[in-house]
């Protein structure tokens, strides 16, 4: 669980400190050696090409190498390429570079033909494998780099030894190569505060990390405020788990953290405003594809299994309440008793199953996005008999019901489908993180994802 090492660390002096990167910095500087290994490639590509071509010399194509990197970044966070635990590993590294060059590839493809004299095929052709030698190049110079002990952020920690044994584990497995435990405090000792004011003072550390509810005693308090206020970081458990995972950590969730989320689930006018615009004209969008796809869709549907083409749920939606939400049909007429849906559940047609995975059996949600019963992106409505089971096993369960149900959403672009109360649990994780951090950018990150995980053909 904790290196034990780190409890016999060598004292320093004091008022002389560790400083290791943080993690923005360390997203900054993968992202900086990505820029120079892309455009780089770039350069090299178009010059290779156009050297038998031209009698000019070397020269530096910037429009061109600016497309190139912009459509790399755009990409790269599509395929959440500057996820640092991904990065810490070699078939992470091999996973998102792939899909970033792959889909950054086909995006300069259609570039191509608006600005063929800037980007052309045998440059791109040339860029591809350049790049990916680049890239991969720069990722593993990172990891290099940062496997210096002196750049891991040193961190002390305040948790009781029931907090270590229920709470730690799920935050440790995404701590390895960033964070490491220079010593625990347990906060129900009498002397927590003065361990902690000695250990700031005697060893490398960089933050405090409290992995403590709401309740802080006084004199506890007093010592952390103490080591803040000599230099040292200090931020909760929760905090740490949310910014290495992109989800809640629902154990350490309390009052404080529900008074801190934004009033009605909305953090400006704007914001809402634009929201519900997007909706707007997403939801026309959709149903203009849907009264394309249709005669099609049904032809299938009834060939495949008479019955119905639409199947019609009563949804749980904002503030507890119902609406009616449409579907086209994917399972067996008469089939669709009330029980999770699982990998390969046997009441989906064939028909059914290729709906899903083309998300088309989705289309019909757009009436209810344009009527404003769901939004185009927020979590997942649920079933009014699986609402008030979840309600009873999991807390804040209902805040998640503070803002629309959406077609897509946080959770489901990354962690994907989870049935039973576990996987609803993670769900609501990522539902969570997402009403309290909703903004403009989260949503495009997320219509982004959604769009790469259609062309992955990901439904089931």
Not at 68 to 82: R, S
Not at 209 to 214: E, N, S, T
């Amino acid at each position: 669980m904790i290196d034990a090492s780190a409890q016999a660390a060598p004292a320093v002096r004091s008022g002389v400190r560790h400083r290791g990167l943080a993690l923005s910095e360390r997203r900054l500087l993968l992202i900086g050696l990505d820029v120079v290994a892309v455009a780089a490639a770039f350069v090299a590509a178009f010059n290779l090409h156009t050297a038998g071509v031209r009698n000019a010399g070397f020269y530096v194509p910037r429009l061109g190498t600016l497309i190139a990197v912009g459509m790399y970044l755009v990409c790269a966070h599509m395929a959440d390429a500057y996820n640092l635990r991904a990065a810490a590993t070699l078939p992470g590294t091999l996973r998102v570079v792939g899909t970033t060059l792959a889909c950054s590839f086909v995006g300069l493809l259609g570039v191509f033909f608006v600005l063929p004299y800037r980007i052309t095929r045998p440059t791109l052709l040339l860029w591809l494998p350049l790049a990916a030698l680049a890239v991969l190049g720069g990722r593993l110079l990172y990891r290099r780099l940062l496997a210096a002990d002196h750049l891991v952020t040193h961190i002390a920690l305040v948790m009781s030894r029931k907090g270590l044994e229920e709470v730690w584990p799920e935050v440790s497995g995404h701590i390895g190569g960033l964070y490491r435990v220079a010593g625990v405090v347990d906060p129900d000792r009498a002397d927590c505060a003065e361990r902690l004011r000695d250990m700031v003072e005697t060893r490398a550390v960089d933050e405090i990390v409290l992995g403590v509810r709401d309740d802080v005693s006084r004199d506890l308090f007093r010592g952390v405020l103490g080591c803040h206020d000599a230099g040292v970081t200090v931020r909760s458990v929760a905090d740490l788990h949310e910014e290495l995972t992109g989800r809640m950590l629902l154990d350490q969730l309390g009052h404080t953290w529900l008074m801190s989320l934004p009033m009605r689930g909305e953090t400006s006018r704007v914001y809402s405003t634009f929201k519900r615009g997007l909706d707007i004209v997403a939801s026309v969008l959709g149903l203009a594809v849907l009264a394309v796809t249709l005669p099609l869709v049904t032809t299938l549907v009834v060939i495949d299994n008479p019955g119905r083409i639409f199947h019609r749920q009563t949804r749980v939606g904002k503030y507890g309440r119902t609406f009616t939400l449409y579907k086209l049909r994917t399972m067996r007429e008469g089939d669709s008793s009330l029980v999770w849906t699982e990998q390969g559940d046997r009441r989906i047609t064939r028909a059914g199953w290729l709906l899903r995975r083309l998300h088309l059996d989705e289309l019909p949600q757009v009436w209810s996005v344009l009527r404003g019963d769901m939004s185009l992106i927020g979590p997942r409505p649920e079933q009014p008999h699986y609402v008030e089971e979840l309600r009873q096993h999991i807390d804040f369960y209902n805040t998640r019901l503070t803002v629309r149900p959406g077609l897509t959403g946080w959770a489901q672009v990354s962690h994907g489908y989870g049935s039973g109360i576990d996987g609803t649990r993670v769900k609501l994780a990522y539902d969570l993180y997402y009403v309290k951090n909703q903004s403009v950018s989260l949503d495009l990150l997320i219509m982004a994802r959604t769009v790469l995980a259609v062309l992955r053909l990901g439904g089931r």
